[in-house]
């Protein structure tokens, strides 16, 4: 099990940006796909984006396409979630998340098997 901690939440006006960062220790970084999902109050939760082991592919959730970029270092055992013109329907919880090696990214929460505890985000508008 790969522990994950995420950082980077606050509060923030429509339309700034914000950068989460989810860094993972106890096991090797980079043998985990790696994926952002949030969850608002009364909604279940959702994917946001996810990124290979090696960064090479990357998959967005359409409300985010366009704003939200998600990126990895392993050296540095992190992976990245930029936020850019940010709305009030971002407000959420976000979560990182840690699975299994593949080829392509899930985008379903059943395809990963270990979370961070979140970080909140809330957007004023």
């Known amino acids: 099990q790969i522990r994950l901690v995420e950082s980077g939440g606050g509060l923030v006006q429509a339309g700034d940006s914000l950068r989460l960062s989810c860094v993972g220790s106890?096991?090797?970084?980079?043998?985990?796909?790696m994926g952002w999902f949030r969850q608002a109050p009364g909604n279940e939760r959702e994917f946001v984006a996810g990124?290979?082991?090696?960064?090479?592919?990357?998959e967005y959730s359409e409300s985010v396409k366009g704003r939200f970029t998600i990126s990895r270092d392993n050296l540095k055992s992190t992976m990245y979630l930029q936020m850019t013109s940010l709305n009030n329907e971002d407000t959420a919880v976000y979560y990182c998340?840690?699975?299994?090696?593949?080829?392509?990214?899930?985008?379903?929460?059943?395809?990963?098997?270990?979370w961070g505890q979140g970080t909140q985000v809330t957007v004023l508008s």
């Open positions: 998340a840690a699975g299994p090696l593949r080829v392509k990214v899930s985008t379903v929460h059943t395809g990963y098997e270990d």
């Open positions: 106890g096991r090797t970084f980079s043998n985990y796909n």
């Open positions: 990124i290979t082991w090696f960064g090479g592919n990357t």
